[in-house]
């Protein structure tokens, strides 16, 4: 199975913290996106890397991927409040024809 | 900014009935999309569909589901007589390519609840 894996499942920082979500995938892939989602809601994509980069910074989102390792990492620097959501990977099989999705990170940031 | 839209956002129906969940994508997307998440659980593929066929299907798409174009605006996803474990948010996403550059747009879902 493709299907990646984010850890950890739930976070609870403080505002202003910085938080890290890591996410694990299992075969090649040609890019990797991140999504959030709010509690009951759609989904909204964050950031898209693609296999042959590193990293890529989008505002306060940082992401890293490493394909050797098949995993990624989210950072949210300067978290609010209104960052508390949920946050999903999604990898790619090779035609693109099928996204899979992670089991997500709860983060919940205290006011 | 364009954007997927889904109605109806909430659909009640009872177990062996048919439902039609319906999805405009962004209209210039080649590209279209069904997921479905059951309430605490991840986000499932279910079908990809391109040039008026299906690309690719999940495991969970199996015979009483079906996905249509009628126009060149509307993608429907029919479960043909549901299931009480048919109850999800279904999602509708559409992308200009696949690939490399395949963002997909999310609509913001249709709750189905089959009692």
């Known amino acids: 199975s493709q299907q990646g894996e984010e850890d950890p499942q739930a976070l609870s920082i403080q505002e202003g913290e910085n938080a890290t979500m890591n996410c694990s995938y299992k075969t090649s892939i040609n890019n990797l996106q991140w999504y959030r989602q709010n509690s009951g809601r759609g989904l909204v994509h964050l950031i898209l890397?693609?296999?042959?980069?590193r990293e890529k910074h989008s505002g306060r989102l940082r992401v890293t991927l490493d394909t050797s390792k098949k995993s990624s990492s989210l950072l949210i620097t300067a978290s609010r409040a209104a960052d508390t959501a949920s946050y999903f990977c999604?990898?790619?099989?090779?035609?693109?024809?099928?996204?899979?999705f992670g089991t997500g990170t709860s983060l919940t940031v205290i006011p | 900014e364009p954007e997927v839209t889904q109605t109806p956002s909430h659909q009640v129906t009872q177990m062996g009935q048919e439902v039609i969940l319906r999805c405009v994508p962004i209209s210039n997307h080649l590209y279209f999309y069904w997921y479905r998440q059951i309430l605490g659980q991840k986000v499932e593929f279910l079908v990809s569909f391109y040039n008026n066929e299906i690309s690719e299907k999940s495991e969970i798409f199996d015979d009483q589901f079906s996905v249509e174009r009628p126009d060149g605006s509307n993608f429907t996803l029919k479960i043909r007589s549901t299931k009480l474990e048919d109850s999800a948010m279904y999602f509708c996403?559409?992308?200009?390519?696949?690939?490399?550059?395949?963002?997909?747009?999310f609509g913001p879902g249709t709750r189905l609840t089959v009692t």
């Open positions: 890397i693609r296999s042959n980069e």
């Open positions: 996403a559409s992308s200009l390519t696949t690939g490399t550059g395949g963002w997909q747009y």
């Open positions: 999604a990898t790619d099989d090779r035609t693109g024809n099928q996204f899979y």
